[in-house]
């Protein structure tokens, strides 16, 4: 867990480097395939958790498609936070809202309050149980009929994995310099956990220009 614990000081410190900026007339992309996915997923919700949401990237493109909308983020670092509210505030997003915490900020929502989830590069990032935790408390707070937007990481090669840095230190749990970077679990692992919260409608593998190794989306509805 302090490994876990030390992945948000990590972040803490990347995302004290950003400067929040006005996001109007900016055109929002990260890949062809996630653009459209994150479309559709737009299109199919009106309120919106957006779980460790970081600095808010994928809040802020949600809202490009639908500015009416209404998110909230979620994340541990402080300085992801704290970009994405004054990154909001200079855009007008006035339905976007973020916060500081973590799996035990959820059981202040209440059941079936949100209609869209979104967890990126979340529950990878994350020991088993406190993954297991996290999904079981989101679906509570997802109405019957939501959806959810859920991104994972690739599933890296032994080659890979050594030339990531990344060390085994677990079944299934790889650190860097004492920091937790991975839970690797291959494809089939993910469909058949996500598959208890809904119907897969979207599955999708791309890359990203600057990172090896094929991303994985789900889109399910409840």
């Avoid at 030390?6 to 006005?22: H, I, S």
């Avoid at 994150?38 to 990237?57: H, I, W």
């Avoid at 996500?194 to 600057?210: A, H, M, N, R």
Wanted: aromatic letters at 14%; proline letters at 3%; hydrophobic letters at 35%.
């Amino acid at each position: 867990m302090k490994a876990y614990e030390r992945e948000t000081a990590m972040w803490n410190k990347v995302f004290q480097e950003y400067e929040p900026l006005d996001l109007r007339g900016v055109n929002l992309k990260v890949e062809p395939m996630f653009d459209e996915a994150l479309n559709l997923f737009s299109s199919m919700t009106k309120r919106v958790l957006d779980f460790g949401c970081g600095a808010g990237d994928i809040s802020f493109q949600y809202l490009q498609y639908e500015p009416e909308h209404q998110v909230v983020g979620v994340d541990k670092a402080e300085t992801g936070i704290q970009f994405a509210k004054k990154t909001a505030r200079l855009s007008q997003y006035r339905k976007a809202h973020f916060f500081v915490g973590g799996e035990e900020f959820l059981d202040q929502f209440e059941q079936s309050e949100f209609d869209g989830i979104i967890v990126s590069n979340v529950l990878d990032v994350m020991p088993r149980e406190v993954s297991c935790e996290t999904m079981d408390k989101l679906n509570k707070i997802l109405k019957p009929g939501g959806c959810w937007f859920i991104k994972m990481n690739p599933y890296y090669s032994k080659e890979e994995l050594d030339i990531l840095g990344y060390e085994k230190v677990g079944e299934d749990l790889y650190e860097e310099e004492g920091i937790l970077r991975l839970r690797q679990e291959d494809t089939r692992y993910w469909k058949e956990q996500l598959s208890v919260f809904g119907e897969l409608l979207i599955y999708l593998e791309f890359q990203y220009p600057w990172q090896e190794g094929m991303n994985r989306l789900f889109v399910i509805r409840k």
